[in-house]
């Protein structure tokens, strides 16, 4: 998650790699774009406050920029600022906006474009909703809305390196990111989760396509893959960062948690005791976490807790598929 000091970083010292590059002539863009999209995404303009419609629409989606159709916001990132201008709290990605020190209007502003074409987006300010503080302030002139397609699941069920092998070989899911989320620290240490005092728990944030996988499917996967029933605990790993929860992105996704979690409970014994909650933030972790398993097969912890458990979960998806 971006904060305050990563923007301040990234317009003094340079802005990160975007995915890809789109440069064309001041002729191409005139023929592109309208008049207006061309004065604001070209050359800096500004759109009258509360001209969009795009300020009170929240619907899910996401939201791609003008000239070039790079995704740049999700609408779960989207808030209502009553500035007059849409509202984000966040980029999709950290590379998807580049940020510029701009010294107009007799003020110092935090200009916002687009990583991809270089377009005018609008600025950015500190005064935005925790945990991030940042109020992306866009012209809405210069998105264009696309309906979502793909979806995110935000889940845990112990040490991040278990659910993470295990969901990456799910047939739907797209990335497995691990990180952090549930807490009160903004961008926590590996180090500072495992002393349990941030009240992060150790998560996975799947991005799966729906129509492959159901999110239903994915939670009954989640539920079945670990003991749900342990407080704070997954076999030797103790503490609350261990904890069983599902992170909700809406309140679809809540209903059918503890829909999921009803069905499933004549399967065990003991109660469930997986917490069910909104999600807030996601704060990924350290490269050195990310693909762990595949990264460290050999390695004393993946042989003898991810190496049983991921033979056992490829079972339970070989019965699923027949």
């Not at 790699?17 to 592109?32: M, N, Y």
């Not at 790993?237 to 809540?254: C, P």
């Amino acid at each position: 998650m971006l904060v305050w000091n990563d923007v301040i970083q990234y317009a003094n010292n340079g802005n990160p790699q975007p995915d890809r590059k789109v440069r064309k002539s001041e002729e191409e863009w005139r023929a592109q774009l309208n008049p207006e999209q061309y004065r604001i995404a070209r050359q800096k303009g500004t759109e009258r406050a509360f001209s969009s419609e795009m300020c009170n629409l929240f619907e899910p989606g996401l939201y791609a920029c003008v000239c070039c159709r790079t995704e740049l916001f999700d609408s779960s990132e989207k808030f209502q600022s009553s500035t007059g201008w849409p509202s984000f709290t966040q980029p999709i990605k950290p590379n998807a906006v580049a940020y510029h020190v701009d010294n107009s209007y007799g003020m110092q502003r935090i200009e916002a474009t687009c990583n991809t074409c270089e377009a005018h987006l609008g600025h950015v300010f500190p005064d935005g909703p925790e945990p991030s503080g940042l109020r992306y302030c866009i012209n809405a002139i210069v998105l264009v809305k696309v309906n979502k397609g793909n979806e995110k699941a935000t889940i845990g069920g112990g040490c991040f390196w278990c659910t993470e092998a295990l969901f990456k070989e799910v047939e739907g899911v797209l990335s497995v990111e691990s990180g952090y989320s549930g807490g009160t620290v903004t961008n926590p240490s590996y180090q500072e989760v495992c002393g349990g005092k941030t009240g992060h728990a150790e998560v996975i944030q799947v991005t799966f396509n729906p129509q492959v996988l159901s999110f239903t499917d994915l939670v009954r996967l989640h539920l079945t893959s670990h003991d749900p029933t342990t407080l704070n605990q997954q076999g030797a790993d103790i503490g609350t960062q261990y904890r069983s929860v599902i992170f909700t992105h809406d309140a679809e996704q809540e209903r059918i948690a503890k829909q999921a979690i009803d069905e499933v409970q004549s399967l065990f014994n003991n109660p469930i005791v997986t917490e069910v909650q909104p999600f807030t933030a996601f704060f990924k972790a350290d490269d050195y976490h990310q693909n762990y398993y595949a990264k460290n097969p050999d390695a004393g912890y993946c042989q003898v807790v991810i190496e049983p458990k991921l033979r056992k979960f490829r079972k339970q998806l070989l019965s699923i598929s027949q």
